[in-house]
């Protein structure tokens, strides 16, 4: 009986286990095999082995560790945007007020917005003539003596691309938070009352330590997603090269495959030794 339960078993995870083979570790063979060999455009013409050349070469161009370093600034900020900007949402909204419930709707909406959408409508926004954000920074508060290019110009792109970032992402920090800000007791902060808590005292003693493990995984998530991220920033400005739009360049637009799937891989490494060093150091699993 329990060798026929044994092998129920195996054939109810096996669907599971074919899934992740096709979708996950394929992909992944298949990709670490590209970076070693010079591909072909041509079927007829086999593919040539290199070994480690598309890495070495990756690893020596100036543009690669450019494009590294536009990817960490990118996503530094964006993390830290969208956590601390949804913890602010997520505080001030945890309060009873009326159309409570409306004004969280509203709040999600960037969110579940479609991204194609939500970029034309922000590169009207930061139109160079007829935008908003050149009005109100260059004829309402004086701020810039000029308009600015902010979408087409290198430069002022890739702060477009990080304010738009946070703006469509932080929704999903405030939500996250929210739910759990809703399930701290609320004695904890009576006992903190009773004893001459300020509301600083009661955020810094009772309210950040109940969230380190939500924020912790939120940095997680936001980190990979992040970094990864390519649709917001081509869409909105190609002129802002991250490595996704680096690697797209490499394999798509100049068609080398095995070039970009190195930088894949490298890529891979990093994030996966960030996230280790992440988990063991700061949430301490």
Do not use: C
Not at 88 to 104: D, Q, Y
Not at 107 to 133: D, R, T
Request: charged share 15%; proline share 5%.
């Amino acid at each position: 009986m329990k060798q026929k339960e044994a092998h129920l078993g195996y054939w109810l995870i096996l669907p599971t286990v074919l899934l992740i083979v096709g979708l996950i570790l394929y992909p992944i063979i298949y990709n670490l095999w590209l970076s070693l060999h010079k591909v072909n455009m041509n079927p007829a013409i086999p593919n040539t082995f290199i070994g480690l050349g598309h890495y070495w070469k990756v690893l020596t161009d100036i543009d690669f560790w450019m494009s590294f370093k536009t990817s960490i600034i990118f996503t530094v900020s964006t993390v830290v945007g969208t956590t601390l900007l949804g913890l602010g949402v997520a505080i001030l909204l945890n309060r009873e007020f009326k159309g409570r419930t409306i004004v969280r709707g509203i709040i999600l909406l960037p969110y579940v917005a479609p991204v194609i959408s939500l970029v034309f409508g922000w590169k009207y926004l930061f139109h160079p003539v007829f935008g908003l954000a050149n009005y109100v920074m260059v004829d309402v508060l004086k701020l810039l003596p000029h308009n600015i290019d902010w979408i087409e110009s290198p430069q002022y792109a890739f702060y477009a691309v990080i304010v738009f970032n946070i703006w469509r992402n932080f929704p999903f920090s405030f939500l996250m938070i929210l739910a759990r800000l809703q399930s701290i007791p609320a004695s904890l902060y009576e006992a903190a009352e009773i004893d001459g808590a300020t509301g600083w005292n009661k955020f810094f003693h009772i309210t950040l330590p109940e969230l380190n493990f939500v924020i912790g995984a939120l940095v997680i998530l936001r980190t990979i997603w992040n970094f990864y991220k390519f649709d917001e920033v081509y869409l909105l400005s190609p002129s802002v090269e991250t490595l996704p739009v680096y690697v797209y360049e490499k394999a798509f637009a100049n068609f080398n495959f095995g070039e970009g799937a190195a930088i894949t891989t490298i890529l891979f490494i990093f994030v996966l030794g960030f996230i280790l060093y992440y988990v063991k150091k700061v949430l301490k699993w």
